[in-house]
């Protein structure tokens, strides 16, 4: 069983958590691995070329020349593909991640914002209001009446007060 009241701790606290981590978001951190910028030098991989793909694998080569000059004209063909396609492949990368940080995150977090402040809200209103985890309801301390526990992440003030009344009425 726990009263309202420590769920509004536990709210108290996510949204602390999340002012925190807005604040972090906006700091412009240093980025690893694929979200990093790219960085001049040679292609991680043997010979420098991506994975070190072999070209002209499953190609038929029976009538082409013999010419090492044009195997070697393909590889290079080859990286430039491969290097052209690794370039686009961080720009767009690097676009969806620009949406994420400016766009996406903020909207979740002012989401987040509102529901954990309305959970603090009816906390201050209904300081009497508990809940059993366990059976999934919730009651006044001290009464006799029960109701399903709603998800607590979409009641509204208004919601909590007409529950409220529900559970007072005998």
């Given at each position: 069983m726990?009263?309202?009241q420590?769920?509004?701790?536990?709210?108290?606290?996510?949204l602390?958590?999340?002012q925190a981590?807005?604040?972090?978001?906006?700091?412009?951190?240093?980025?690893?691995?694929?979200?990093?910028?790219?960085?001049?030098?040679?292609?991680?991989?043997?010979?420098?070329?991506?994975?070190?793909?072999?070209?002209?694998?499953?190609?038929?080569?029976?009538g082409?020349?013999?010419?090492?000059?044009?195997?070697?004209?393909?590889?290079?063909?080859?990286?430039?593909?491969?290097?052209a396609?690794?370039?686009?492949?961080?720009?767009?990368?690097?676009?969806?991640?620009?949406?994420?940080?400016?766009r996406?995150m903020?909207?979740l977090?002012?989401?987040?914002?509102?529901?954990?402040?309305?959970q603090m809200?009816i906390?201050?209103?209904?300081?009497?209001?508990?809940?059993?985890?366990?059976?999934?309801?919730?009651?006044?301390?001290?009464?006799?009446?029960?109701?399903?526990?709603?998800?607590?992440?979409?009641?509204?003030?208004?919601?909590?007060?007409?529950?409220?009344?529900?559970?007072?009425?005998?």
């Open positions: 726990h009263s309202i420590e769920l509004a701790a536990l709210a108290s606290s996510q602390n958590q999340v981590q807005a604040g972090q978001s906006q700091a412009g951190q240093v980025r690893g691995g694929w979200e990093a910028e790219p960085r001049s030098g040679p292609l991680p991989g043997p010979g420098g070329f991506g994975g070190g793909a072999v070209f002209n694998r499953g190609y038929d080569t029976r082409m020349s013999s010419n090492p000059l044009d195997a070697l004209g393909e590889d290079v063909a080859g990286a430039a593909i491969s290097a396609m690794g370039f686009a492949a961080r720009a767009i990368s690097r676009r969806v991640e620009r949406t994420m940080t400016e996406v903020p909207t977090q002012a989401r987040q914002q509102t529901v954990l402040q309305a809200e906390a201050q209103r209904h300081p009497d209001l508990c809940a059993c985890m366990t059976d999934k309801v919730i009651f006044l301390a001290g009464g006799s009446r029960v109701l399903p526990m709603p998800n607590l992440m979409t009641v509204t003030v208004e919601q909590a007060d007409q529950m409220v009344a529900q559970l007072r009425d005998t």
